[in-house]
């Protein structure tokens, strides 16, 4: 995704030292990179994807010195237990879940 649409999420999501942080449906990793100083060296970072090939984008291209912790898996099973985070992220993603409305 465009970095000026992450860099809104971040700011927007307000992110504070110490925080556990999820960005569901990481993609590359965009703006799990973005998220990650946020955070600092108390807090934690998850990069969730189901496409193994975009994780592999992902972790090719994370800095070194954000420690974020990456998981192939889809958005409605996470494999982490309840309560683990402070932050969720899920930037332009939710328009690919089907939803079924009652009538």
Not at 23 to 52: E, F, M, Q, Y
Not at 89 to 96: D, G, K, R, V, Y
Request: with cysteine; proline share 8%.
């Amino acid at each position: 995704m465009s970095r000026p649409l992450a860099e809104d999420l971040i700011r927007l999501a307000d992110i504070q030292p110490g925080e556990r942080v999820l960005d569901v449906a990481c993609g590359t990793g965009v703006d799990t990179r973005l998220a990650a100083p946020k955070n600092g060296p108390s807090g934690s970072i998850t990069g969730l994807d189901i496409n193994p090939g975009m994780l592999v984008v992902a972790r090719s291209v994370v800095n070194i010195d954000a420690l974020v912790d990456w998981h192939e898996a889809g958005a409605e099973k996470l494999p982490l237990p309840d309560e683990s985070f402070d932050v969720v992220l899920c930037q332009a993603s939710l328009h690919l879940w089907r939803i079924n409305l009652p009538h």
